[in-house]
């Protein structure tokens, strides 16, 4: 069974803004901080989140995300 990393960017109201999904571990770790990162201290105030978490299938995987192999 395969582990999928996926990262997700939420806006304060809980909707998606971004997600990627990828099969590499370092790659999600990296992707997890640039979005992070990324959040300014105004959004992150505001309530903006990102979120990291491990699925089995692809089919577990937001429809939305970017899919990085």
């Known amino acids: 069974m395969a582990k999928i ?3 997700e960017q939420l806006d ?3 909707l998606l803004y971004a ?7 370092q790659q999600a770790i990296d992707c997890r901080n640039s979005f992070e990162s990324n959040l300014t201290q105004q959004q992150k105030s505001a309530g903006w989140s990102v979120r990291m978490s491990i699925v089995a299938s692809w089919r577990d995987v ?3 995300a970017l899919e990085s192999l």
């Not at 997600?19 to 571990?25: G, H, T, Y």
């Open 19 to 25: 997600c990627i999904a990828c099969c590499n571990e």
């Open 5 to 7: 990393w996926v990262n």
């Open 62 to 64: 937001p429809a939305g």
């Open 12 to 14: 304060p109201s809980g």
